[in-house]
């Protein structure tokens, strides 16, 4: 049977998510922290060394916890998005994401032809080395794409972003009957989108475009270094 991606379900949901980002590229590390009570835990690929066999490792290490488990590729590439969903990754975090193009370019990525450009193999992970069955046809409905916007020139697309992924569901739903809305706007990262390198900056600027991610059924999310600052972002994720 296709694995269900709870943290999908859970932001279909509207339920609050916290995570942790893992980037030690150890499966003991991912192993230790999967049992704390995080609702996700975040793989990073683009800021750490960690590679696909890395990545496998820790996917099959928190496998047995009930976090959920996201994968930043290095970048938004065909390739690399390809090879981390065949691993079973469902869920993803894409950087750098500035224009609606680049957004387009991503869901393509993780999407089966004539839906998109992922290349197709029938004996992997993902697949459960064969036996899900139907699973190029049903994979889109237990994928969650985040897109993560980090400069000025992404806040300024963030409504087109928003409206890219808007037609990809309005596109899916047309062609197979029902898709569940899978995206979040994920990760706005606000001091560098407003070029500041304070970590006290007046973020009001960037906040209304975050809440207006809201008006395509998206969520905004926000990546926070300590304690203090998460107490303030919480209320507001």
Request: with cysteine; glycine share 8%; aromatic share 4%.
């Amino acid at each position: 049977e296709l694995p269900a991606n709870n943290f999908k379900r859970s932001l279909m949901a509207g339920r609050q998510q916290i995570g942790l980002w893992v980037s030690l590229a150890s499966a003991y590390s991912a192993e230790i922290v999967a049992g704390s009570g995080f609702d996700w835990l975040l793989i990073d690929t683009e800021h750490s060394p960690n590679e696909v066999d890395t990545t496998m490792a820790q996917l099959q290490a928190v496998a047995a916890s009930p976090v959920c488990a996201i994968v930043r590729p290095a970048w938004n590439d065909k390739v690399l998005i390809k090879r981390h969903l065949d691993i079973g990754a469902q869920s993803l975090l894409v950087p750098y994401v500035q224009t609606a193009e680049e957004a387009q370019a991503a869901v393509a990525a993780t999407r089966f032809p004539p839906h998109g450009v992922r290349g197709v193999a029938g004996m992997t992970r993902a697949t459960r080395f064969g036996r899900v069955a139907d699973y190029a046809k049903r994979a889109h409905e237990e994928i969650c794409l985040l897109v993560q916007v980090e400069t000025k020139l992404g806040l300024d697309n963030l409504e087109s972003i928003a409206e890219v992924e808007l037609r990809q569901d309005a596109r899916d739903v047309a062609l197979h009957g029902r898709l569940a809305e899978e995206h979040l706007l994920g990760d706005l990262c606000i001091r560098q989108a407003l070029g500041e390198e304070s970590d006290h900056v007046d973020l009001t600027p960037a906040e209304p475009r975050c809440g207006r991610a809201g008006f395509a059924g998206l969520g905004a999310a926000t990546v926070v270094g300590d304690q203090s600052s998460g107490d303030v972002r919480r209320q507001q994720v």
